[in-house]
């Protein structure tokens, strides 16, 4: 069974720094397209970042770009979120998952990593 968890998640204050991790049993993320999500209260999950695993290509979010950096181990099978210039609006339960925009069929989503910042 395919599992997903998420960390590196907290409390920060606007301006700070966080660098989340995703690691996977049973997913060869270097066959995938892989992304991180997140969920802010009462709003949808939203892709933000994601890597080509064997290109390393990769595509950022316009609320992200500039301020996020998706990268990827490939001897650990984990992948990571750098999360710099951290914004009140960042605040959200990040999530890992394949990237479904070429339409590869998402697994079960693992129990996110919550990061608050206050202002």
């Known amino acids: 069974q395919v599992q997903l968890v998420e960390s590196g998640g907290g409390s920060v204050q606007a301006g700070g720094s966080l660098r989340l991790a995703c690691t996977t049993s049973?997913?060869?993320?270097?066959?995938?397209?892989m992304g991180w999500f997140r969920q802010a209260p009462g709003k949808e999950r939203d892709l933000v970042a994601a890597?080509?695993?064997?290109?390393?290509?990769?595509y950022y979010a316009d609320s992200v770009k500039g301020r996020f950096t998706i990268s990827r181990d490939n001897a650990k099978n984990t992948m990571y979120l750098q999360m710099n210039s951290l914004e009140p609006e960042d605040t959200a339960v990040y999530y890992c998952?394949?990237?479904?925009?070429?339409?590869?069929?998402?697994?079960?989503w693992g129990q996110g990593t919550l990061v608050t910042v206050s202002s």
């Open positions: 998952n394949k990237d479904p925009r070429q339409g590869a069929t998402l697994v079960a």
């Open positions: 049973g997913l060869p993320f270097r066959m995938y397209t």
């Open positions: 890597i080509n695993w064997g290109s390393g290509v990769t």
